[in-house]
């Protein structure tokens, strides 16, 4: 069973950061395009950043670029998002996704499951 968890959200204060993390189970996570993506209230969902099953290629969305990091370690089957200079905007439920295609593109455009997310409030 294909399952995605999202851990390490919290409360931060402006220009902060915080790391997040997409356990992944029952697929290598290594063979899938991955991604972040976030939905703050009255918003549509955004996506933030994702990264090549291929050659680790990323996109990162320009709200974001320059701020956040997106990474992988195939060894923990976990995929991680690292967020510096944290705004209030930043402010979202925060979740991630695998694509149902083996070794195809940088972004799960095609998304085979979903994480549950994790809430960040960035709030002084």
């Known amino acids: 069973q294909v399952q995605l968890v999202e851990s390490g959200g919290g409360l931060v204060q402006p220009g902060g950061s915080l790391r997040l993390s997409c356990a992944a189970s029952?697929?290598?996570?290594?063979?899938?395009?991955m991604g972040w993506f976030r939905q703050a209230p009255g918003k549509e969902r955004e996506g933030l950043s994702c990264?090549?099953?291929?050659?680790?290629?990323?996109y990162y969305a320009a709200s974001v670029k320059g701020r956040f990091t997106i990474s992988r370690d195939n060894a923990k089957n976990t995929m991680y998002l690292q967020m510096n200079s944290l705004k209030p905007e930043d402010t979202a439920v925060y979740s991630c996704a695998v694509d149902s295609r083996l070794r195809v593109g940088v972004c799960p455009t095609r998304p085979r499951a979903w994480g549950q997310g994790t809430q960040v409030t960035v709030s002084s």
């Open positions: 990264i090549s099953p291929v050659d680790g290629s990323t």
């Open positions: 029952g697929f290598t996570l290594g063979d899938y395009a």
